[in-house]
């Protein structure tokens, strides 16, 4: 069965109390009954020692006691609760009190004797006799016995001290049950209630409601995030169901081109329209290829997102090798009137895939190379700067337009002015481009203005014996 964070939290909250007022009751009433019980004794200690003053004062060796000394002896002992016995040097007994208000037994002089201390123990409690010498001048001349039941240490102004001690405690218990419980259900409601708005608001996601947000107001950090995370959350799949829409639609564009183009030629064939030639099957040919390359780029862009991508890492001369490529492309280049300029820094070692690199900078200046205009130019630069390799690769050619910047890295992208014979293209280079360098820890950006061509910017970290250059 499952319980409810405010249940939980009141129950927990409740329990701490509960729990803090047992240990504090329990320790405080054995505290308070050890120091009480030592005050009373030494109550009881003062009554013992004035008795034994008050016999030395009215004891006279030669007439003993008298009677008026009797009577004030028998008058503070029944004050007191307790029995006060004089004994001579020979153990005779002289006087004896007897035992005043308790069980209404008053057992006086020969009645007691000298075995007060043989009397049973009830409701009193035990009975206690303590002697004390009674001294005369510098002689001993008898034994004061001063007898009391526990009972008797009991007067009631303690009992009463008790009993209002005790009464506070169970108010005071009261009182903070239900304060920890107006306490428990206010706290509760403050960190259930936005758990349960937020828990509603993912369940709405759930359901495909993306366009609902977290609206919880918390001052309590953790809850705050939370909030944050889902609307993060719930903004981050709205975003990706936008883009699968528009992935989906971009790939049904791409593939029923070819097979467009492809049906129209199979018909005018079959119709007689056209009669089979050379032309025509490479026509064919060149829109089979074109969904080749596309279901190939499809293909590695999965193994790319999918972490099934092989890096085959290795240290060489970054300067060498983009030299190379450059080199490789000076004939497209020299054929189209087109200029490719390079300015390379020298000896910048990387550790990279050289295959992926080669990749990289093949799809970056290609790129650039089919939106050239009359006599355009590219500009390949490599610098070392802050521990990083700086590839910059600029053209003078059409230039993207503000609003399709921030897109040109997405999948099947392509701005409308690029939809045509002339660049062609599957909208998934600058994808995979993007995923190979940041897969070698780098990144890549752009600059671009319509009309004034673009430049692409890769940041690669260099090897260690790089990082003083």
Not at 96 to 124: F, R, V
Not at 153 to 173: R, Y
Not at 363 to 369: E, P, S, T
Not at 370 to 398: P, R
Request: contains cysteine; neutral net charge; charged residues 20%.
């Amino acid at each position: 069965m499952k319980v409810t964070l405010k249940k939980k939290l009141s129950f927990g909250f409740l329990a701490a109390v509960l729990g803090s007022l047992i240990i504090a009751g329990f320790i405080s009433n054995v505290m308070i009954n050890k120091l009480f019980s030592t005050y009373l004794k030494g109550e009881n200690n003062s009554k013992i020692d004035k008795a034994v003053t008050m016999v030395s004062e009215l004891y006279d060796e030669n007439n003993k006691l008298s009677d008026s000394a009797k009577q004030q002896l028998q008058r503070y002992s029944q004050m007191e609760n307790m029995c006060i016995e004089i004994l001579d040097s020979d153990g005779g007994q002289i006087y004896t009190s007897g035992i005043p208000n308790h069980n209404g037994m008053k057992n006086m002089g020969a009645m007691m004797g000298h075995g007060m201390h043989s009397l049973m123990t009830g409701n009193n409690g035990d009975y206690t006799e303590e002697k004390h010498d009674l001294i005369k001048g510098s002689k001993k001349a008898g034994t004061i016995v001063c007898g009391y039941f526990s009972s008797s240490l009991m007067t009631s102004g303690a009992v009463t001290f008790i009993m209002t001690l005790n009464k506070s405690f169970v108010i005071s218990a009261i009182i903070a049950l239900i304060f920890g419980l107006l306490l428990s259900i206010m706290i509760s409601n403050q960190l259930s209630k936005p758990l349960v708005e937020i828990t509603h608001t993912a369940n709405e996601m759930r359901n495909g409601n993306l366009q609902l947000r977290s609206d919880v107001n918390s001052s309590t950090k953790e809850i705050h995030d939370l909030s944050l995370s889902i609307n993060y959350l719930a903004e981050t799949l709205n975003h990706q169901e936008i883009y699968r829409k528009r992935m989906t639609s971009d790939m049904a564009h791409e593939i029923r081109t070819p097979l467009t183009v492809l049906k129209t030629h199979v018909e005018a064939l079959i119709d007689g329209i056209w009669e089979p030639s050379t032309e025509i099957f490479e026509s064919f040919y060149e829109e089979i290829e074109r969904l080749n390359k596309l279901v190939d780029n499809l293909r590695d862009l999965s193994k790319l997102e999918e972490s099934k991508l092989n890096l085959i890492k290795s240290k060489f001369n970054l300067s060498d090798e983009i030299n190379k490529i450059i080199l490789n492309f000076k004939p497209l280049f020299d054929k189209s009137n087109f200029n490719l300029v390079c300015k390379i820094d020298d000896n910048i070692n990387v550790i990279m895939d050289k295959d992926k690199l080669n990749q990289i900078m093949q799809n970056i200046i290609f790129n650039a190379y089919k939106y050239l205009n009359t006599n355009g130019t590219v500009l390949v630069s490599l610098k070392s700067k802050h521990e990083n390799a700086i590839i910059k690769v600029s053209d003078t050619g059409a230039g993207i337009s503000e609003e399709d910047l921030p897109h040109i890295f997405e999948r099947f992208y392509r701005s409308d002015s690029s939809r045509d014979t002339h660049t062609g293209g599957s909208g998934l280079g600058l994808t995979i481009t993007k995923t190979l360098v940041e897969a070698h820890s780098g990144s890549i950006s752009v600059n671009s203005k319509l009309g004034h061509g673009s430049e692409f910017t890769i940041v690669i970290p260099v090897v260690a014996a790089n990082k003083n250059n």
